[in-house]
């Protein structure tokens, strides 16, 4: 255990002094925001319960290396038992932030196969936002069609402007009209990404 934490914290171990809880937190937080993600992995592995552990701005772990823009903590968060669906509060799961925050790193590795795309968070002035919203006010074209494709809910309503109504509404509303038009024609581009995904249809036997 000594020299365990003497690697963890640094020092000779001659007159070493085990340290408190708190000085092993701090440098949990500490190693997922400069992503020494070997000794996070380390500290990970010896503390299953870090899930719980809160930082000075009572943010959980994952929270912290999103706010970080540390993917590759946040990537040893997850393997280590940290979930991608964890409730930030309000609802602010690691997608929404992620589109919400414009962090494109974090959008591909979340939305890579992600079925749980359709959760509803509240920010300060009590509007309410999916993915998909979220997507239209940032102008994320991008974000939009992955979550088109991997089957987001177009008929879930909002209330990004403190009235009820879809992401196609919203973006009309807006003037966003080449979003909407993407919106408008999601079953088309899901149908199409199927058929991307299946690969070339097999060739019918010839005929004898």
């Not at 009590?126 to 069609?145: F, I, M, P, Q």
Request: proline share 5%; hydrophobic share 35%; net charge negative.
């Amino acid at each position: 255990m000594a020299s365990f934490l003497r690697y963890i914290f640094g020092g000779s171990g001659k007159h070493y002094k085990a340290p408190t809880l708190d000085e092993i937190q701090d440098g949990f937080f500490d190693a997922i925001k400069c992503e020494h993600t070997e000794k996070l992995a380390e500290l990970c592995s010896r503390y299953p319960d870090f899930n719980s552990w809160r930082d000075d701005k009572d943010r959980s772990p994952l929270h912290v290396a999103q706010d970080s823009n540390c993917l590759q903590s946040f990537i040893v968060l997850l393997d280590h038992g940290a979930k991608k669906t964890e409730n930030y509060g309000n609802g602010w799961t690691p997608l929404l932030t992620a589109i919400n925050k414009q962090q494109d790193f974090f959008e591909d590795f979340l939305l890579d196969g992600e079925k749980d795309i359709n959760g509803i968070a509240t920010d300060g002035k009590n509007n309410t936002w999916s993915a998909l919203h979220l997507a239209v006010l940032r102008k994320d074209d991008g974000a939009l069609r992955e979550l088109i494709e991997n089957g987001a809910d177009m008929g879930l309503k909002a209330k990004p402007k403190g009235v009820e109504m879809t992401a196609e509404e919203y973006a009309t509303s807006l003037g966003h009209k080449k979003i909407a038009e993407m919106l408008n024609l999601a079953p088309e581009i899901r149908t199409m990404a199927l058929q991307r995904f299946a690969g070339p249809a097999t060739p019918p036997p010839p005929k004898l």
